[in-house]
């Protein structure tokens, strides 16, 4: 881990112009990301008129490149500067998005073509997030890693408020909804290619080992510490039964419920508030509560939220209200996990060993996506939307409870016992 006498940065993250060109990089790509997610599968169940299991092949499909490709991506950009990293993911994001939005005002986007849309979309972003995650490591010193994950988990929040909504607005409205999707990547790249500093990349051997030797010294210290083997089951639980959940959610609401492209973008929306509160809770409230004790209940409240929504029924004022507090809640806890799960993960892991580490958590958790993904396409198609819905979302409260049971829930205020070392 780099330390204030290797790598100088201001005592203000704010006034230290390369991470603040790293925040806005990164909060471009995930408004980029997060538009996507709501353009891409609505574009096809609006305008293709897909069903249920069309709809869980094409997310398992877009889903699909972090199972394949985590593990090894980890382990290759842990020697790489990742700034190159990220501005290519941003021009070859803004390249197949921006020949999509063409394609689809051209009336050539179907269904074949958006399978290799999103799956190129896809295997990009696993290189840019994986990128970024590395990249702040190495650009901010240990004591002030909470601080910079909440700035850019703070980001990922902003972008989650604009983005589902804008997206659910850009299908309804425009005619070429992808291309604003483009637009983004496009603004990340200007940014992430101005950042000047020096990457301290670790130094390899002349006798480094293979890639596939770097991927099992991941696996094997991810296996062999019980904080990052709790991280790991829970999350292939929460993202297993999440994605199957966001399957079934995005038919229920246009389908069962009757909502227009826009009201589905709203009710996704308000989980971007409530992200945002969530990553200003989590500055403050595991140095009072504990880390283990702010895991558990916050994972545990987001979770359970989310039952509200198979309950919901018809269109009305009183309907989207309940969705709105659902998706809030939902975010709020959410984001909660999300900055202190990856404040105890980089306390725990070597400088050397941040990439690998990343990538086997990114690849145990967002791995389980597609098959969730094709869970809920099924259970949508024979069971019903309704109770497939209520089955993944309960199925999500089984994430607190793994980590309620390991040595997770018992972490105290103070992680600096928990540093790694080379």
């Known amino acids: 881990m780099p330390s204030s006498s290797s790598v100088h940065v201001p005592s203000s993250l704010w006034r230290d112009r390369d991470f603040r060109r790293l925040w806005l990089g990164q909060t471009a790509s995930q408004l980029g990301e997060q538009t996507s997610l709501v353009v891409l599968p609505l574009f096809a169940v609006l305008t293709l008129g897909i069903g249920a299991g069309q709809l869980g092949v094409l997310r398992a ?14 382990a290759w950009v842990d020697g790489r500067r990742t700034r190159t990293v990220m501005v290519v993911a941003d ?40 990128a970024y995650q590395i990249s702040l490591v190495r650009l901010v010193t240990r004591h002030q890693l909470v601080r910079g994950n909440s700035a850019l988990e703070g980001s990922r929040s902003a972008a989650q408020i604009g983005g589902p909504a804008l997206g659910g607005t850009l299908v309804t409205l425009l005619s070429a909804p992808i291309a604003v999707a483009a637009s983004f990547f496009a603004v990340s790249f200007l940014s992430v290619r101005r950042i000047r500093r020096t990457e301290s990349v670790p130094q390899r051997s002349g006798h480094s080992p293979r890639l596939w030797r770097r991927v099992h010294e991941g696996l094997r210290f991810v296996a062999g ?24 959610y995005l038919l229920f609401l246009p389908r069962e419920l009757h909502l227009s492209g826009a009201a589905v973008g709203l009710a996704l929306a308000a989980t971007g508030p409530g992200a945002l509160v969530g990553a200003l809770l989590a500055a403050r409230l595991p140095g009072r509560f ?56 980089q306390a725990v ?56 049971l390991s040595p997770l829930a018992r972490l105290g205020r103070d992680l600096h016992g928990l540093a790694g070392t080379e």
């Open 61 to 74: 499909v877009e889903q699909a490149p972090i199972l394949l490709l985590s593990l090894l991506v980890g």
């Open 91 to 130: 021009v070859g994001r803004t390249a197949v998005l921006g020949a999509a939005a063409v394609a689809g005002l051209l009336n050539w986007l179907g269904l074949p073509a958006l399978f290799v849309v999103v799956f190129v979309a896809g295997v990009l972003s696993v290189f840019f997030d994986l």
């Open 225 to 248: 510490d019980s904080l990052l083997r709790t991280v790991c089951l829970a999350a292939a639980v929460f993202q297993f039964f999440f994605s199957a959940t966001m399957t079934g």
């Open 290 to 345: 504990g880390h283990g004790t702010v895991i558990v209940g916050a994972a545990a409240l987001g979770d359970g939220a989310f039952l509200c929504v198979p309950a919901s029924h018809g269109s009305s004022t009183a309907t989207i209200t309940v969705l709105l507090a659902a998706n809030f809640v939902f975010g709020v806890g959410g984001q909660l996990v999300n900055v202190t799960v990856m404040a105890v993960r």
């Open 349 to 404: 892991t070597p400088h050397g060993m941040q990439g690998r580490v990343a990538a086997t958590i990114n690849f145990a958790g967002m791995g389980m996506t597609p098959l969730g993904s094709l869970l809920g396409g099924f259970l949508a198609q024979e069971w019903g939307l309704r109770a497939g819905l209520l089955v993944t979302a309960g199925g999500m409260l089984l994430s607190p409870v793994v980590m309620a």
